[in-house]
């Protein structure tokens, strides 16, 4: 069945790196995507990776893509205070537009 | 990408009566969804607008408590009816473009008493 999970919560400094991970169940995904909300905001697009691929990068963030173990991540080099928001990862199924999102990842940057 | 406004932002309605939310698209598209995300939680796919026919409705939501209108490719409706508290979540729509990306409104905040 369709199901995209991920840890709820992560904490990191100011500088350091943060890596958020997600694993989904369903071979048949086409794009997985990471989304960024901010407290009382919507919906940002942050990155997306084509399921045949294996590593996307655009400036800071680095996605790396495991077909095999169906394990996506996204790496956030020098986390600044401005990265702290919820992190969903989601997925496209075949020729679908349905997003399926996972539950989101709290990420607190500290000072 | 397409920059995508709604009205309203927020509101809070009283149990028994029903919300229109608006989603408007600078830019003509063929995908629109409409997607709940209730307290806490993630978000969940309601509907895909269709232009011209009905909305095609994911399990466990029906047009009778929320129809949707789709009048052009860069306009749609959402209406909440017979709202109860356990309606209160943030509403989004999103317009998908042809490289398989979603892009997301603001969101309109309800809070139902």
Same mark, same amino acid.
């Not at chain 1, 840890?7 to 989304?35: K, M, Q």
């Not at chain 1, 997306?48 to 294996?54: G, L, R, T």
């Not at chain 2, 063929?30 to 209730?38: A, C």
């Given at each position: 069945?369709?199901?995209?999970?991920?840890?709820?919560?992560?904490?990191?400094?100011?500088?350091?790196?943060?890596?958020?991970?997600?694993?989904?169940? &369903?071979?048949?995904? +086409?794009? $997985?995507?990471?989304? %960024?909300?901010?407290?009382?905001?919507?919906?940002?697009?942050? @990155?997306?990776?084509?399921?045949?691929?294996?590593?996307?990068? &655009?400036?800071?963030? +680095?996605? $790396?893509?495991?077909? %095999?173990?169906?394990?996506?991540?996204?790496?956030?080099?020098? @986390?600044?205070?401005?990265?702290?928001?919820?992190?969903?990862?989601?997925?496209?199924?075949?020729?679908?537009?349905?997003?399926?999102?996972?539950?989101?990842?709290?990420?607190?940057?500290?000072? | 990408?397409?920059?995508?406004?709604?009205?309203?932002?927020?509101?809070?309605?009283?149990?028994?009566?029903?919300?229109?939310?608006?989603?408007?698209?600078?830019?003509?598209?063929?995908?629109?969804?409409?997607?709940?995300?209730?307290?806490?939680?993630?978000?969940?796919?309601?509907?895909?607008?269709?232009?011209?026919?009905?909305?095609?409705?994911?399990?466990?939501?029906?047009?009778?408590?929320?129809?949707?209108?789709?009048?052009?490719?860069?306009?749609?409706?959402?209406?909440?009816?017979?709202?109860?508290?356990?309606?209160?979540?943030?509403?989004?729509?999103?317009?998908?473009?042809?490289?398989?990306?979603?892009?997301?409104?603001?969101?309109?905040?309800?809070?139902?008493?």
């Amino acid at each position: 069945g369709e199901d995209v999970e991920q840890s709820l919560f992560l904490s990191v400094r100011e500088g350091d790196s943060s890596v958020i991970n997600c694993t989904y169940t &369903d071979s048949s995904s +086409t794009y $997985l995507y990471w989304y %960024k909300q901010e407290p009382g905001a919507g919906l940002q697009l942050l @990155t997306y990776i084509f399921s045949n691929m294996d590593m996307k990068q &655009d400036q800071r963030l +680095t996605v $790396l893509l495991n077909k %095999k173990d169906k394990h996506l991540s996204l790496r956030i080099a020098d @986390t600044q205070t401005g990265d702290s928001a919820i992190y969903f990862c989601a997925e496209t199924l075949d020729s679908s537009y349905k997003l399926i999102f996972g539950s989101g990842t709290r990420l607190l940057v500290r000072p | 990408s397409a920059v995508i406004s709604q009205k309203p932002s927020r509101d809070i309605c009283q149990r028994g009566t029903s919300l229109t939310i608006q989603c408007q698209v600078d830019s003509q598209v063929t995908m629109m969804f409409w997607y709940r995300q209730q307290p806490g939680q993630s978000l969940t796919l309601i509907a895909t607008a269709n232009q011209g026919s009905e909305a095609t409705y994911e399990s466990g939501f029906v047009i009778d408590k929320f129809p949707i209108s789709r009048p052009n490719l860069t306009f749609s409706t959402l209406t909440v009816s017979n709202m109860s508290p356990e309606d209160s979540s943030i509403y989004l729509c999103s317009v998908g473009t042809g490289q398989g990306t979603q892009y997301f409104g603001p969101g309109t905040r309800l809070l139902v008493l």
